[in-house]
């Protein structure tokens, strides 16, 4: 399978910017990493596909952004983190949630999520994290994202998701169009903008057809000129480590954490802690000895 890769490019007038990304190697991986139902293959991919196109417009090198959903739907709160090179990873609640296909056959995702608020954070280096909540519009995660840009960052904002599942439940396309516009932009451009968005209403499938990420740029900027900048390879990645695991156990307290070998041992188990990170499943062994817990 082809890796993932965003498109960045801007009109040449400077009214727009916009990212394309073919994220089904992504979110391949996402569904194998958390063993995913069809439904929450749609759901978390949804979100896995913005978070990167979101990370790819991070200012700086240690920038990240990371997209909460949390809904009162059986599939539990999402997290999606992306970062600067427009990698990404995922945490879904529950994975196996699959749900009836809607009215129009499509995957229910919105189902899936409910009602509830999305929240975006962006963590930039050594200054304070910028949070924005928004409630959710619709649970179907493009509308619900586009709604935190306008309301929260006062950003209008284009922005198309979709997940192609297979019938074996792998993924067989993904991929999305965020359209932004910059400040001063030329009003015959925003409604060229507009009458273009029908084209976009089946990413996913544009994709399954062949389509290129400069096919769809040109599909959502028809006849508005614009110049590509570049190509990012993105992949579902994590950066989870042992050093991180450890850091967070010191955290806890040397009290606390004798406890947590105490349950071990009073449930017949090794005095071993495991941890497992919900991003990507990695798992990571601690002794009293590892942590410095014994003289």
Do not use: W
């Not at 309301?151 to 019938?167: F, M, R």
């Not at 792998?170 to 507009?194: C, H």
Request: glycine share 10%; aromatic share 4%; charged share 25%.
């Amino acid at each position: 399978m082809a890796k993932a890769k965003i498109l960045r490019a801007m009109t040449s007038d400077g009214s727009a910017r916009i990212h394309v990304i073919d994220s089904t190697a992504m979110v391949e991986a996402m569904r194998r990493i958390h063993k995913t139902a069809p439904t929450a293959s749609a759901a978390g991919g949804r979100l896995l596909t913005a978070a990167a196109m979101m990370g790819a417009m991070c200012g700086e090198v240690q920038d990240t952004v990371s997209v909460t959903v949390a809904g009162d739907g059986p599939i539990g709160k999402m997290i999606a983190v992306g970062d600067y090179y427009g990698n990404a990873r995922v945490y879904i609640e529950n994975p196996q949630t699959h749900l009836a296909a809607r009215q129009d056959g499509k995957l229910d995702v919105g189902g899936a999520v409910g009602r509830g608020r999305l929240t975006v954070v962006r963590s930039m280096g050594q200054a304070e994290p910028h949070i924005g909540t928004v409630e959710l519009r619709s649970g179907e995660i493009a509308e619900d994202i586009a709604a935190y840009f306008a309301e929260s960052e006062q950003i209008p904002t284009l922005l198309a998701l979709g997940v192609l599942v297979d019938k074996d439940a792998s993924i067989r396309a993904a991929g999305g169009v965020l359209v932004q516009l910059l400040p001063f932009a030329d009003e015959a451009v925003i409604a060229k903008l507009e009458e273009n968005a029908a084209k976009l209403s089946s990413i996913s499938h544009l994709i399954d057809s062949g389509r290129t990420l400069s096919d769809i740029a040109d599909l959502a900027l028809c006849g508005i000129p614009y110049d590509p900048f570049d190509t990012l390879e993105v992949d579902y990645r994590c950066d989870c480590s042992r050093d991180r695991m450890h850091r967070a156990l010191i955290s806890v307290g040397k009290r606390d954490l004798i406890e947590m070998f105490d349950a071990q041992e009073a449930e017949g188990k090794a005095r071993v802690l495991e941890l497992s990170c919900r991003f990507c499943g990695a798992s990571f062994s601690f002794t009293e000895d590892d942590l410095g817990l014994k003289a």
